[in-house]
C-alpha cells in the first residue's frame, strides 16, 4: 500500500475547546492527587496464600506458625484471613 499522508485543518476555536476540556481534566487529576479523591479503604486483611506468598514460605511452614501462636488468623467459613501487619511483624518478630 501506499504511504499517505492527510492534512486536516481545524479551526482555532475547535483548537481553544480542546485544550479547555484538557485544562479541566489536569485539574480533576490535580485534585485527586491532592485530596486522595475518591477514598478506597484498603482491606485490612489478606488471604492466607497471599501472606504465604508475602513472606515466601509454604503452607506447612504456615501452619507451623498458626499452630505456635506466632501468626494471627481469622477464620470465616472455610477461607483463612492474616491482618495485614503480620506481614510486617514476621520480619521483625517471628522469622527464625
Do not use: C
Not at 515466601?56 to 472455610?78: A, P
Request: aromatic content about 10%; overall charge positive.
Amino acid at each position: 500500500m501506499e504511504n499517505l499522508q492527510a492534512f486536516l485543518l481545524i479551526g482555532k476555536s475547535d483548537i481553544d475547546a480542546i485544550k479547555n476540556g484538557q485544562e479541566v481534566i489536569l485539574k480533576k487529576l490535580d485534585k485527586l492527587g491532592k485530596n486522595g479523591g475518591d477514598v478506597v479503604i484498603p482491606d485490612p486483611y489478606i488471604t492466607a496464600m497471599e501472606f504465604m506468598h508475602a513472606v515466601r514460605i509454604k503452607r506447612w511452614k504456615f501452619n507451623y506458625l498458626v499452630g505456635e501462636g506466632k501468626i494471627k488468623i481469622i477464620k470465616k467459613k472455610r477461607k483463612i484471613y492474616v491482618p495485614k501487619g503480620e506481614v510486617e511483624r514476621y520480619f521483625l518478630e517471628v522469622r527464625d
